[in-house]
């Protein structure tokens, strides 16, 4: 089963996001680890599985919401594997993040 890549930028915000839950929430971090681990397989077997938002950012860039939890996996669905590029909670100005 393929399974995404992620950049140094992605596997900080996914570092920062457990570390955070994991002080209040053991259970919370470890499920949040294993909505990741999912979503990377689901982003390498179906790269074009997630949302395509044209106003935030161009082809072959997509998004994917994290079932459960308020974080968006940014990733391109172009590159071989796919890229996981960010993950971003869902309270972030994502255009602000994605302008020119």
Known sequence: MAE????????RDVRA?????AAESP???RALRNGIKTAGRRIGTDPESGLQS???ADEPIRFLVLTGFP????????????LILRMLHGASDLPELFGP
Do not use: E, K, W
Not at 17 to 21: C, P
Not at 74 to 80: F, K
């Open 4 to 11: 995404a890549c992620f950049t140094a930028a992605a596997a």
């Open 54 to 56: 044209l106003v935030l």
């Open 27 to 29: 259970a919370t971090a």
């Open 17 to 21: 996001a457990i570390a955070s839950l």
């Open 71 to 82: 974080y968006v996996m940014v990733y391109d669905a172009g590159a071989q594997p796919a």
